[in-house]
């Protein structure tokens, strides 16, 4: 498996496969008002969309995650040091093989490299898989940047400081 930036010509595929793995594990539907926006992340050129590809085969793409930094990322992000990690997703076919830890150190490692101090995230609080895989990489949970984007709908923020290269420290309990 290698993890790269994602073609051009990738994206609406990268989309698609966002919006099947969020349906797939009942965390939107089919119908949902946000399948648009999961679909065009990346699209624009306002942040960097990574792929996990099956090695040799590198038309057959595993997962995905995206990279967005301020001042272009969503309602969680405070100021020019800090970056969003956005739609992770890995096929429900290949899950189980390290691929959705490879996708989250890859994009902590890009974000270093840019000298992005602090990542956030935003996940679902039924991603119970995905909370256990951000704890395990040294996210911890940034309460006070929850977020609501409809009635009804909380969104739990989870954070990352970042040092020198690509080394990460858990952020201080706010």
Known sequence: M???DARPDELAKVGEIRVAAYVAD???PPESGYAPTLRALGLDGNGTVLVAVAGEDDSQILGTVMLQPWPHA???ITGRDEAEIR???VIPEARGRGIGDALLQAVIERAARQGVRHL?????PEMLTAQRLYQRAGF???A???WSPAPGMILLAYGLALTGGSQATPPSPA
């Open 2 to 4: 290698i993890v790269r």
């Open 26 to 28: 009942g965390f939107m």
């Open 74 to 76: 969503g309602q969680v």
């Open 87 to 89: 739609a992770l997703a």
């Open 120 to 124: 956030v995230l935003l996940t679902q």
């Open 140 to 142: 911890r949970r940034l």
């Open 144 to 146: 006070d940047r929850d």
